[in-house]
């Protein structure tokens, strides 16, 4: 018998090491995969879209905020592996009557680097789980002198419209701005309530007035419209389009984040000249 303890302090038991593994959130799918569990994994979420060809080969049992108990029921699962911020208390205490849920709760590099070092001791992979991490730490030093001559920027990342939401404190999208020394305007929980706090786009300029406003490509794909709709009460901010995969899915895909962030930079770098 094996004893693990996941990242929200549930202490887990195993008599074997899990193989039939069910993912409910897209980035930690990915992690599996590429610690080499591809095998294990026997049911995923319609929003697992890396490797695509996961959806092809494995079962769908829902989404994020809702999954299909009897699907999952059916398959059989040794373990289910959600997130504390994804996916609801109220899925997760459904699922324990199925079968033991492992629950990550990643908000800063740090809490990456410890699922992934989790991972690799639940599922007997130390040494894929050791390769990535040292993967990801030489590609975080090698961005850290990159970042070493950008000045502080103030930015706005916006995730949702109607309502206009945007990150705030305490989630990772916040700590990866915070690596890339970008000055998040809503990184302040007296003002603005939550972690993805509702914002009123009128009051942008007095909330903060961001020299760079981010649109997301998830959970909400904005166009040009909204940029057009928000740069109305920006003023001078520059508007970028990026990447919600890159500023918000965890696990191994930080690692292709570093170069896709210098990409980043060095476009914002054109607007100065």
Request: glycine content about 4%.
């Amino acid at each position: 018998m094996k004893t693990f303890q996941d990242q929200i302090g549930t202490t887990l038991t195993f008599e074997n090491t899990p193989k039939r593994i069910i993912s409910l959130v897209p980035s930690q799918t990915e992690l599996l995969y590429e610690l080499g569990l591809e095998e294990n994994i026997i049911g995923i979420t319609k929003f697992c879209v890396h490797p695509y060809h996961l959806k092809q080969t494995k079962k769908i049992i829902g989404g994020t905020k809702k999954v299909h108990y009897e699907k999952i029921k059916l398959l059989q699962p040794d373990i289910i592996i959600a997130n504390k911020e994804e996916n609801t208390l109220e899925i997760v205490e459904e699922l324990r009557k199925i079968a033991p849920v492992w629950v990550t709760n990643v908000i800063t590099i740090e809490d990456n680097f410890q699922m992934i070092s989790d991972f690799g001791k639940l599922f007997n992979c130390r040494t894929e789980a050791l390769k990535i991490s040292d993967k990801i730490k030489n590609a975080q030093q090698d961005f850290l002198e990159f970042m070493k001559d950008k000045p502080s920027r103030k930015v706005a990342y916006f995730i949702w419209k109607d309502p206009f939401m945007v990150a705030g404190s305490d989630n990772y999208i916040n700590e990866i701005l915070k690596l890339n020394n970008f000055q998040n305007i809503y990184d302040n929980p007296e003002k603005f309530s939550g972690r993805y706090p509702e914002i009123i786009i009128q009051k942008i300029r007095i909330q903060g007035d961001p020299e760079i406003v981010f649109l997301s490509s998830e959970p909400f794909p904005f166009k040009d419209e909204h940029a057009f709709e928000i740069g109305r009460f920006t003023h001078h901010a520059k508007t970028i389009f990026v990447d919600g995969e890159m500023f918000s899915w965890y696990g191994s895909r930080l690692l292709k984040a570093f170069d896709y962030f210098k990409t980043i930079h060095n476009r914002i770098k054109s607007f100065d000249n």
